[in-house]
């Protein structure tokens, strides 16, 4: 082959290559921005709303916090069925139950061999129930994710405040984690030291709480017996506090905090948790801890003051709404199943729910972007409503800005814009814009910052035909996943 042919042959090749379409272009992958959630988080986020169950010996005794000197005979619900509970957060939409198997007053819903106050000394079953197995069991029959949570106070304990309380702790760890497993999230608070019964001590004990349990150490072994665990605490390691009880993330919410920052006392640290930190070292995402009630336990005087399905949906905008996971406590009474009060709530929750966010009128939308990925359709702006949430639009690296219009079948009036980022490659969205074209111009509706795992943005309702999504800065190149408009 003479070098003329070579010539005109590559030549030809290089002007077929130019004339590729865009879809099959190689365009690289824009690089993840640090730290990036692990799978585990990953999952947790997409699960959005779950379920506290707060059931212990407070619930027979009125109390909110034992003492630790409760008798475990006060411990005797007349129809535990936990069933109830699974099949009621199934059909509510709820993907985990987490139980509070031990709380403060030291009072275990299994039969520890570490101590006898347990369920074991109580009358429920002749001393032969297990309430950890049998919620671990529902939750499986029920496709529920299961979570523990093992207060690391115990107001009972004569060993409280020394080295030996530790390993008692560990050994009741183990136990959960050895015989109740899969357990998806170990849920421990911030409540530690203070007054108590102590092994009839009756004092007041105080602990560091950075050095005396040695967290890491404890993870470590939780982490051998469960290595995708995600562990619950003001500083994570897997999900962090969001700062408040009420049901509110931040209106800022970034997913990173740096955890050696965070500890007990500090000023501002509420603050905090509850926006996260655009410069975190690690990927800790806040989980929105709240009660359907008052309290945390069922206290009968509350029955009138159960969250209304309207409340219910509030929070959901402003946990699920703002980047978060909700995760709502529903405390069952003294027969040991969920209140009447409550279930109506649920139930009426998910109605409206499902009423509210019932059809996209984005799924058949046509959307177009200012510019996007190397014009390649690998990060078209087609990708924010193709339903498949790992394809996802994309600007070139030295972008951090660019706009997407979303464009309806008809006018339609909307009062609700979700947006959605790819957060596998980490959280870049630092604000944007919500606009509609009316009276032949665009009107911005809505201003806000992060994004994050799912953002609902709710407007003044407007009739349009058209929308506008635009990112107005960015840690690096935007990535949009996800675009649905109510």
Not at 58 to 63: Q, V
Not at 159 to 165: E, F, S, V
Not at 205 to 210: F, G, V
Not at 323 to 346: E, K, M, W
Request: glycine share 8%; with cysteine.
């Amino acid at each position: 082959m003479n070098v003329r042919k070579l010539l005109s042959i590559v030549g030809t090749l290089l002007f077929v290559a130019a004339a590729l379409p865009a879809q099959i272009k190689r365009v690289p992958p824009p690089a993840p921005v640090y730290p990036v959630p692990t799978v585990s988080q990953l999952a947790w986020a997409d699960m959005e709303t779950n379920a506290f169950i707060h059931f212990n010996i407070n619930t027979f005794t009125n109390k909110e916090w034992g003492y630790g000197n409760e008798s475990p005979s006060l411990f005797r619900p007349t129809s535990v069925n936990t069933s109830q509970w699974a099949k009621t957060l199934k059909e509510t939409g709820f993907k985990e139950m987490i139980l509070t198997c031990k709380h403060h007053d030291g009072f275990c819903l299994w039969p520890s061999k570490f101590t006898n106050r347990s369920v074991k000394a109580s009358p429920y079953k002749n001393g032969n129930g297990d309430i950890v197995k049998e919620a671990r069991d529902a939750a499986l029959k029920y496709g529920l994710q299961f979570g523990v949570y093992l207060s690391p106070w115990d107001r009972s304990r004569a060993d409280y405040g020394t080295p030996a309380y530790i390993t008692y702790y560990r050994n009741q760890l183990t136990e959960l984690f050895h015989n109740y497993g899969p357990i998806f999230e170990m849920w421990f608070d911030g409540a530690n030291g203070g007054d108590g019964y102590y092994g009839g001590a009756n004092d007041k004990r105080e602990i560091d709480r950075t050095t005396y349990y040695d967290w890491p150490k404890t993870l470590k072994l939780v982490q051998k017996m469960a290595p995708h665990v995600l562990f619950f605490s003001d500083a994570g390691p897997g999900v962090r506090w969001v700062g408040n009880e009420e049901g509110i993330a931040g209106e800022t919410n970034w997913n990173t905090v740096t955890a050696d920052t965070l500890y007990p006392g500090k000023a501002g640290m509420e603050h905090y948790l509850n926006s996260g930190d655009i410069s975190g070292k690690q990927w800790i995402p806040a989980e929105v801890d709240v009660s359907i009630r008052p309290g945390w336990f069922y206290h009968a005087n509350e029955d009138s003051l159960v969250k209304t399905p309207e409340k219910l949906l509030g929070i959901y905008l402003t946990s699920v709404g703002r980047g978060s996971t909700l995760l709502l406590n529903i405390p069952p009474d003294t027969t040991g199943q969920f209140n009447s009060h409550d279930v109506s709530a649920l139930y009426g929750f998910k109605s409206l729910l499902d009423k509210t966010f019932a059809h996209n009128l984005a799924a058949t939308a046509t959307v177009t972007a200012d510019s996007y990925r190397g014009h390649s359709n690998l990060y078209a702006a087609a990708n924010v409503n193709d339903g498949n949430k790992e394809t996802y639009w994309a600007t070139d690296d030295h972008e951090n800005t660019g706009a997407l219009t979303i464009e309806l079948r008809k006018k339609s009036r909307i009062q609700y814009v979700i947006v959605q980022e790819y957060i596998r490659l980490g959280q870049r969205v630092k604000s944007f814009t919500i606009a509609v074209w009316k009276d032949d111009a665009w009107q911005t509706v809505a201003a806000a910052t992060t994004i994050g795992h799912k953002r609902i943005i709710k407007i003044d309702p407007v009739t349009t035909k058209k929308i506008r999504i635009n990112i107005t800065d960015s840690k690096a190149c935007p990535l949009i996943s996800n675009v649905e408009i109510y």
